[in-house]
């Protein structure tokens, strides 16, 4: 007796990967994740809506400083008397610094002292002539030497010496007095550094 077997591949039952209950709750999911995708756009934009808004303010209030500015800038005129007494100030610190910068220059020349002078002229080893009286104010550049020489030729001899002398340069003799004394047989000579210089 030959047996027929009459059931087939296709009538067996077809094994499920993913139940129906997975996929309902996929589903349910994935809509759960796009309504909070959905909130938090919405909440950016409401976000980034409020900062446009405030940016557009302050724009706006920034239009309206520049504009209330440049009406003042056409309002004001200039005044020439402030500029004239701008510049009069100007002149007057300037010649104020010029005169700071003189007087310590002065100071600084006046602290030296002579003693420079003095050696520089002890230095000075002529026997026929001899000085009778100093004269010194470095700071009016005045400087008067007064003295007696045996003969007439000693006192360019000493003045060409004296303007060797370190101490000495810079100061340049304007008066040169060569003279014969009363009642002597010496002469009298004088050296000053300046026209009208006179020792007190």
Same mark, same amino acid.
């Given at each position: ?53 405030? +940016? ?11 504009? *209330? +500015? ?90 060409? #010496?004296?303007?060797? *002398? ?9 008066? $040169?007095?060569? $003279? #014969? ?7 009298? $000579? ?11």
């Amino acid at each position: 007796m030959q047996q027929v077997n009459l059931y087939t591949e296709a009538l067996r039952p077809v094994r499920l990967l993913v139940s129906l209950n997975q996929v309902v709750a996929g589903a349910i999911l994935t809509v759960i994740l796009l309504i909070l995708l959905t909130f938090g756009l919405q909440h950016q934009q409401g976000k980034a809506q409020a900062k446009l808004a405030s +940016l557009q303010g302050q724009v706006s209030q920034l239009e309206a400083t520049v504009v *209330e +500015l440049r009406d003042r800038a056409a309002r004001m005129v200039r005044d020439e008397r402030l500029v004239a007494t701008n510049a009069k100030l100007k002149a007057r610190l300037q010649e104020r610094t010029e005169l700071m910068a003189l007087i310590g220059l002065n100071l600084n020349r006046s602290q030296q002292g002579f003693s420079q002078q003095l050696v520089s002229l002890a230095r000075q080893d002529i026997s026929s002539l001899w000085l009778t009286r100093l004269y010194f104010d470095l700071l009016q550049d005045q400087i008067r030497i007064e003295g007696i020489a045996a003969n007439a030729e000693s006192v360019p001899h000493y003045l060409q #010496q004296l303007r060797k *002398e370190p101490a000495f340069i810079g100061h340049h003799f304007e008066l $040169f007095s060569l $003279f #014969q004394q009363k009642d002597s047989e010496f002469l009298a $000579f004088v050296l000053a550094s300046r026209l009208g210089t006179e020792a007190p």
